[in-house]
């Protein structure tokens, strides 16, 4: 029987294994390369512009921004609407675009990706989120990361199918690059943009992101992005917590996915361009006068979340503010990411589920309900579970005790918002007037 069995093939060994040459590995290698410093330039021109708006130099963003008077407040974030409005429009007006989205471009097989484009709205974006805008960073080094393998797939001469996996990879790394999650970029590689965990697949993402890390490190920290003590293991109470508001979860983040197509479908075009992020942008910083923790893109506020100090009434303010001020920023017409905006408000609302579940049935600390609805949300949100799953193993450390109720709740939540809206973070962002794009699958499938 074993002589039998040698000739079967492990289902996740494909007969194309050997397909990539030479030329595409290299390709991947550069990729990683570029990747990595596009992170560092990303993130540096962050932190810039908030040293110069607020004087921040460590520490908390929130924190120098509470520091600040009322008056410097609103001026930075009217700032940050005009810059943003006016920075979107001459980009719009005199170069047709902000580069390409390569979701879609992996998704439809359609479009192309332009490195310049993606390199000067990237920096702009950068520039809205150091503003104040809530709008996650990481769009810029994701984005820059796939038009870097796009570009470097057309001048190396890679195969037209396999240039989809380059940009995919690159868009891992560039995610990878920010966070320090070399695992979780390179899953959201496959995952999310090519729709399929295989070895053939895994294999270029894990090197790209590997290698985007590790040249971060020259510039960007490597330490944990969230500092959360060790928790202890899951009780009773948190198993039952995780089961009976997975769901909820899920039917929360379909409405917040709802929210976030709404916003990108009414941005504004043209004129309105000069208008609208300037008087958005002017409310949010009356709003941040008061709750500071909801401007940028929400690193601070998971971190308060993770941490639990505030009362159950606070928190609750904090989510539905974060995600207001996260869809009107995308409303205005701003472009950045929603990756971390989306962990914070379930990081927050997590906080916020824990303190009142613990009224009915004492438990765990406050941090193990705040990451496991993070983890939920943004699973669900980002109809990618075990990328997210991964993403927070890597970000916070330290939390293996609650990885049972939390993959319950992951699973919950993203078969209840699957149920209703089959739409994703990413999905739900991209321009309907493209068409609708094809369902996820792998690059190789073609």
Same mark, same amino acid.
């Given at each position: ?10 289902p996740?060994v494909?007969?194309?294994?050997l397909d990539?040459?030479?030329r595409?590995?290299v390709?991947?290698?550069?990729t ?8 560092i ?6 932190h810039?512009?908030q ?5 921040y130099?460590?520490?908390?963003f /929130?924190?120098?921004v ?5 008056s410097?407040?609103?001026?930075v @974030?009217v700032?940050?609407g ?6 979107l429009w001459?980009?719009g007006r005199?170069?047709g675009?902000t ?9 439809t097989?359609?479009g192309?990706?332009s ?7 990237? $920096?702009? /974006?950068?520039?809205?989120v150091? @503003?104040?805008? #809530?709008i996650?960073r990481e769009a810029?080094p994701?984005r820059?990361?796939?038009? =870097?393998? #796009?570009?470097l ?5 890679i195969?037209?199918?396999q /240039?989809?996996i380059l940009?995919?990879c ?6 990878a690059?920010?966070y320090? /999650?070399?695992?979780?970029? %390179?899953?959201?590689a ?14 270029p ?7 985007a890390?590790?040249v =971060?490190?020259? +510039? ?9 003590p060790?928790l202890?293991?899951?009780t009773?109470? @948190?198993m039952?917590?995780?089961i ?7 039917l929360? =983040?379909?409405?917040y996915?709802?929210?976030?197509g709404? %916003?990108?479908?009414?941005?504004p075009?043209k004129w309105?361009l ?9 409310v949010l ?11 940028g893109n929400?690193?601070d506020l998971?971190?308060?979340?993770? &941490?639990?100090?505030?009362v159950?009434?606070?928190?609750a303010?904090l989510?539905?503010?974060?995600v ?5 920023t ?9 990756? $971390?905006?989306?962990? =914070?408000?379930g ?5 916020? @589920?824990?303190?009142?579940w613990?009224?009915?049935?004492s438990?765990?600390p406050d ?7 993070a ?6 949100a ?7 799953? +991964? ?6 450390r330290?939390?293996q005790g609650?990885m049972?109720?939390?993959l ?5 939540? &993203?078969? $209840? ?11 739900a ?8 794009p094809l369902?996820?699958?792998s690059?190789?499938?073609?």
């Open positions: 029987m074993d002589n039998d069995m040698r000739g079967i093939r492990q996740n494909p007969s194309r294994m990539f040459s030479l595409f590995w390709a991947v290698i550069l990683g390369i570029a990747s990595g410093l596009g992170a330039a990303m993130m540096t021109t962050l810039t512009v040293h110069l708006a607020f004087h130099q460590t520490g908390e /929130s924190a120098a509470a520091r600040s008077t009322d410097r407040t609103v001026f @974030l700032l940050g005009l810059i943003t409005g006016v920075g001459l980009i005199y170069l675009g580069g390409g989205e390569p979701t879609s471009v992996v998704w097989h359609a192309r990706l490195l310049a484009r993606t390199l000067l709205s990237g $920096t702009l /974006s950068e520039v809205t150091g @503003l104040g805008g #809530s996650g810029a994701q820059i990361g796939a038009a =870097s393998g #796009s570009y797939g057309r001048q190396i001469g195969r037209q199918d /240039s989809y940009i995919a690159g868009a891992g790394a560039g995610l690059a920010v320090n /999650s070399p695992l979780a970029g %390179a899953l959201f496959t995952e999310l943009y090519l729709g399929t965990i295989s070895l053939i697949l895994i294999l993402a894990l090197l790209t992101s590997g290698i890390t590790a =971060s490190w020259l +510039v960007l920290p490597s330490h944990a992005v969230y500092l959360v060790q202890p293991h899951a009773a109470s @948190l039952v917590f995780a009976v508001l997975g769901p909820v979860i899920g929360i =983040s379909a409405g996915v709802g929210l976030i709404w %916003a990108s479908d009414h941005r075009k309105p000069l208008v609208e992020p300037l008087v958005f942008f002017a910083g009356l709003i941040a006068i008061k709750y500071p923790l909801v401007l929400g690193v998971a971190q308060f979340a993770f &941490t639990g100090h505030g159950l009434g606070f928190f303010i989510a539905i503010l974060k207001l001020a996260t869809t009107g995308l409303r205005s017409g701003a472009t950045g990411g929603l990756f $971390t905006p989306t962990l =914070s408000f990081a927050a609302l997590g906080a916020f @589920l824990g303190r009142a613990s009224i009915l049935w438990g765990p941090a193990s309900y705040a990451i496991i609805v983890a939920a949300m943004m699973a669900s980002m109809e990618a579970p075990a990328t997210a799953i +991964v993403f927070i193993l890597e970000l916070t330290n939390i609650i049972v109720p939390m319950l709740a992951v699973v919950g939540a &993203t078969l $209840t918002a699957r149920h209703f809206n089959l739409r994703s973070i990413y999905s962002r991209l321009n309907p007037e493209q068409g609708e369902p996820q699958k690059a190789m499938e073609t």
